[in-house]
């Protein structure tokens, strides 16, 4: 059953270890000026089911897309591998594309085109070290509506996982891990922390882009269905009512190929823990409103951040010791 909380607009399926560090060098900056607009308002999580196919899957990431900025969402959220899910990490590698290459030229246009910001999760990056290592980055991206990339991320935590009754993944076989954490990113629903899938259960992450200025944390993925069933609500929840962010965290969904499928359930939490738009079962998307106004006053009425005993256990960076 879908739940939906009343802040939610519409839900339309169609169907002590080392704190991260926040890197302040210039390139890992926001290109683009901040936006000369009031933060908050609509934004849309799009579900898919990619495939090796990266022509189906650009018409159907594409159309969503679209559909999303015809209803009114000023920034448009897509999952983990939403270029393409290979069938083994040598096709993976064969398929990988560099950022000027023709699938983020795609989306560039798109984003100009429907006048919203993209956040594209998980794209399979040629990095400018490809030639010497052979290995890709696993790549959050976030562009502007003028079509403007703002911010690279590339994964820090990979996964590599052998559960019982699931196949063996082992991202780290041909994925080099990125080596900085961005800066929260201003755009005009508000301040956006970057991270992908695996990185939503190291907390120490959140809160660090937390304490360096983030409302909102993004988590694009594509869960397994074992580890998606047994933790994927009550992890993204968590990090809500940690960090008092919204959360929004685009997912996959659905049988990729033989051996491989996503859990799905793409969903907004708001800084209190709630589910305020979800998506079952399929491809499709659903929209959310973001409360700015609402989440400061979850952080005055309850300000835990500022209860933090650094003293004690330590900083993050952004944070201030007590």
């Known amino acids: 059953m879908l739940r939906v909380a009343p802040r939610a607009l519409l839900c339309c399926p169609s169907r002590p270890s080392r704190a991260p560090h926040i890197s302040s060098s210039p390139r890992a900056m926001s290109l683009s000026p901040a936006p000369a607009v009031s933060p908050g308002g609509v934004v849309a999580v799009v579900q898919v089911t990619s495939t090796a196919d990266k022509e189906h899957n650009w018409r159907q990431c594409s159309a969503l897309v679209r559909r999303a900025a015809e209803r009114g969402a000023r920034a448009v959220f897509l999952p983990e591998g939403f270029d393409f899910i290979g069938d083994s990490p040598q096709q993976s590698l064969a398929l990988a594309e560099p950022l000027h290459g023709d699938i983020v030229g795609r989306y560039r246009q798109l984003a100009k085109e429907c006048d919203v910001w993209l956040s594209l999760g998980g794209f399979h990056e040629r990095g400018e070290d490809w030639d010497s290592t052979g290995r890709i980055y696993n790549c959050h991206l976030l562009l502007d509506n003028s079509g403007a990339l703002v911010a690279a991320y590339r994964k820090l935590h990979l996964f590599d996982a052998a559960l019982p009754g699931a196949p063996a993944l082992s991202e780290s076989s041909f994925t080099n891990p990125g080596r900085e954490l961005l800066p929260p990113i201003a755009t005009p629903v508000g301040k956006l922390g970057l991270a992908v899938c695996y990185d939503l259960r190291f907390p120490e992450l959140a809160q660090a882009l937390r304490g360096a200025g983030a409302q909102i944390l993004t988590f694009p993925s594509a869960f397994t269905v074992p580890t998606g069933a047994a933790h994927w609500e009550v992890l993204l929840r968590a990090r809500a009512i940690e960090c008092q962010c919204y959360v929004v965290a685009a997912a996959q ?13 793409s969903l907004v939490a708001d800084p209190w823990g709630t589910v305020v738009a979800q998506c079952q079962e399929g491809p499709g998307l659903c ?26 256990y330590g900083t993050l960076p952004g944070t201030a010791a007590t």
Do not use: C, K, W
Not at 253 to 265: D, I
Not at 305 to 310: F, N
């Open 287 to 312: 929209l959310a409103h973001l409360d700015l106004a609402y989440l400061e006053q979850v952080r005055q009425n309850l300000p835990v951040h500022g209860h933090r005993r650094g003293d004690i």
């Open 253 to 265: 969904t659905g049988r990729h190929n033989p051996g491989r499928a996503s859990f799905g359930h």
